[in-house]
């Protein structure tokens, strides 16, 4: 962080947060609001005057409130830039000055009450998201009590308590007697890898956390008794394992199974763990006089802000979703932007050096070509068929299209920030959209081939470029049999697929329509497929209040290494064709060419 | 708003109730035979 601070090319907004952020990939505009400090940074010393003679005393939450703080304060011990800051709801000397004993202390005379928010804007080619991670709630898993039995800690507060910068400087007292506890028990996986309370997924890091807490205990409390409660340890990382192993050797005890209970002896605060040992079978009950839990990962809450500004997806764990998990797992899927950290997923030290490396050079690439390669496939607008509705504006995943619906000027596309899906296209209700090389014309031509012959044997399918194409393939080179007699139409995304698209293909004869896209985690533009399921949904209300069963439409979500999916989906609408009778096509067409009714 | 649905397969013709936002779309799957061609069905207006 120091070498941060000083470097001559990095502008460091510190107690900053984003407002606003516009443009795109080369072009970004970003608006940063710079709360006040009432500190002025530049002149500060940090000679720590003022914090002597502040009479509050306030919760240090950097310390999680088990240590306090002044109303004038650093954060921080390492805090970038070493300045103080003055929390205004905590002090007295503002408005009417009441107080004012750090201001007249303070020799460089840097304390200013009268300082305002300020918001500082500029432009940057592309943008980096290092958001971070936070700690999830222990309080849902209620069976271990830790709003109860001040004896319960988490990992986090562990490492507050045996921390230098805590009053005891390190040595690890007990809460409730303030004596140094003869045994600790570790409890792994509080808050992940559970479907119904915390998280699904494991957090990556609370395994080797927890054994770097038990060395460090045993290296400065050698009498200490440590027992750590696992599902299974994951030592994946180079080192690892040889740091499980030491911690081992040295005597820490390792005990296979999950705690189902802990309950405090009254007279001694002393806690009793109920757990299946699931390695001997057994239900045991072991006495601790402090618990430690390792707690899980969350992404932090304002990184949900970043995500709308910058239209960064997000996994279904609430982490910012990569362009791909191993091809491109730095790039974000908008242009420009790439992820640094556990924004992304929750990672180690290592995994973040190497990700804020790659994504460091990745801009740097960007930054020093000074040019980007637009996607070939990009819509175009016909200026003269645009009504300035702003549909596709709101579609458009990626926020490329701009339209003055006042002015009822054509919408323009951002080409450089345009990846292709065709949503825009889709969703345009006056045709004023053309995508390239996936053109109406293109589209239709292919349907009209479709069903020149023996339309009623024929199924048509939609499927994505990227997920439903990929399991379709996948499944004839694992050479899986499924019926040979539907028609593929690939389209960059599901959000392509027009209603107009569907309504051609009945019109031609088409028994059944499937239209196939990748699961809503996984969509290549962010969230295009979402417009496809409400599409679908509004056209099955469509075909029913036109008499034309709904069920003849179908929407599946299957991705590239979905091939047995596929192959089970092909057979359910290959048995769903056989129901449609050539006189229900017949009455369908009918139906369709009717101007009133179609 | 999401509001209380009666969703239907369009593969199995199974039915099962469910919330249902039509601002915040999700992905669901029929819990019988596993198809994703699920329907919110409309609500039917009182006379």
Redesign the interface.
């Known amino acids: 962080m120091m070498d941060v601070g000083r470097h001559p090319k990095i502008n460091l907004l510190a107690y900053s947060e984003i407002e606003e952020i516009t443009g795109y990939i080369g072009n970004f505009h970003v608006k940063v609001r710079k709360k006040a400090r009432y500190v002025d940074e530049k002149a500060c010393t940090a000679c720590d005057e003022c914090v002597k003679v502040c009479p509050v005393v306030m919760p240090d939450e950097h310390q999680l409130g088990l240590s306090t703080r002044k109303a004038i304060y650093m954060p921080f011990a390492q805090a970038v830039p070493a300045s103080y800051l003055i929390n205004m709801e905590d002090c007295l000397g503002n408005n009417p000055i009441a107080c004012d004993k750090c201001a007249e202390v303070c020799d460089p005379k840097c304390i200013d009450f009268d300082q305002q928010d300020e918001f500082v804007e500029f432009d940057v080619g592309v943008a980096i998201v290092a958001t971070g991670m936070y700690v999830c709630d222990p309080t849902i898993l209620d069976e271990y009590r830790y709003t109860k039995y001040e004896n319960v800690i988490t990992s986090w507060e562990f490492e507050i308590l045996t921390g230098p910068g805590y009053v005891t400087k390190g040595e690890l007292l007990r809460p409730t007697d303030r004596k140094p506890p003869k045994n600790i028990a570790f409890i792994q996986c509080v808050g992940s890898r559970s479907e119904k309370r915390g998280n699904p997924y494991c957090s990556n890091i609370c395994c080797m956390n927890t054994v770097k807490d038990t060395l460090f205990l045993k290296e400065h409390h050698p009498e200490i008794d440590c027992s750590v409660f696992y599902m299974d340890i994951r030592s994946f990382g180079k080192g690892y394992e040889e740091l499980y192993k030491r911690s081992k050797a040295v005597g820490v005890k390792y005990i296979r199974g999950i705690p189902g209970d802990i309950v405090e002896d009254p007279k001694t605060k002393n806690l009793i763990v109920t757990v299946e040992n699931t390695t001997t079978g057994k239900i045991e009950k072991h006495e601790f006089e402090m618990v430690v839990l390792s707690i899980g990962v969350i992404p932090r809450p304002e990184t949900e802000q970043i995500q709308r500004a910058l239209t960064l997806s997000k996994a279904p764990c609430g982490f910012l979703m990569e362009t791909h998990y191993q091809l491109d797992p730095i790039d974000s899927p908008t242009g420009g932007v790439f992820l640094a950290g556990c924004c992304e997923s929750p990672k180690d030290i290592k995994s973040s050096v190497i990700q804020a490396s790659g994504a460091a050079s990745r801009a740097e690439t960007l930054l020093t070509t000074g040019k980007v390669k637009v996607e070939a496939i990009t819509s175009t607008i016909i200026p003269d068929m645009c009504k300035a509705c702003g549909i596709c504006a709101d579609a458009c995943p990626y926020g490329s299209i701009t339209v003055d619906r006042k002015a009822k000027t054509p919408a323009v596309v951002v080409e450089a920030a345009c990846k292709g899906c065709g949503t825009c296209g889709a969703e345009c209700r006056f045709d004023a959209i053309e995508m390239k090389h996936f053109t109406d014309r293109q589209i239709m031509a292919m349907i009209d081939a479709m069903f020149e012959e023996k339309p009623e044997e024929k199924i048509c399918i939609f499927a994505c470029n990227w997920c439903s194409y990929g399991g379709a393939d996948l499944a004839g080179l694992s050479r899986m049999q499924y019926p040979p007699n539907g028609r593929i139409i690939r389209t960059m995304c599901s959000g392509r697929v027009d209603e107009k698209f569907i309504w051609h293909a009945f019109k031609k004869g088409a028994p059944v329509v499937l239209v196939s896209g990748c ?3 996984d969509c290549h533009y962010i969230n295009a497929n ?1 417009w496809t ?2 599409r679908i ?1 509004g056209m ?2 469509k075909l029913e209040r036109k008499g034309i069963r ?2 003849r ?5 299957i991705s590239a290494a979905e091939a047995v ?1 596929w192959t ?2 092909m057979h ?1 609408v290959e048995d ?1 064709r056989k129901t449609v009778t050539k006189e229900e096509i017949e009455e369908t067409k009918k139906i369709l060419s009717d101007k009133k009714k179609g | 708003m999401a509001e209380e649905v009666t969703f239907k397969c ?2 199995c013709g199974y039915e099962f109730k469910g919330t249902y936002d ?1 601002k915040v ?3 669901r799957e029929c819990p019988k ?5 699920i ?2 069905l ?1 609500k039917k207006k009182e006379k």
């Open positions: 699961h809503f985690a979402r399921q409400k949904e099955w209300n709904p069920k439409l179908q929407l599946e979500w999916k089970k989906v359910a769903l | 369009l593969r039509r779309p999700e992905e035979c596993g198809s994703n061609s329907r919110p409309p």
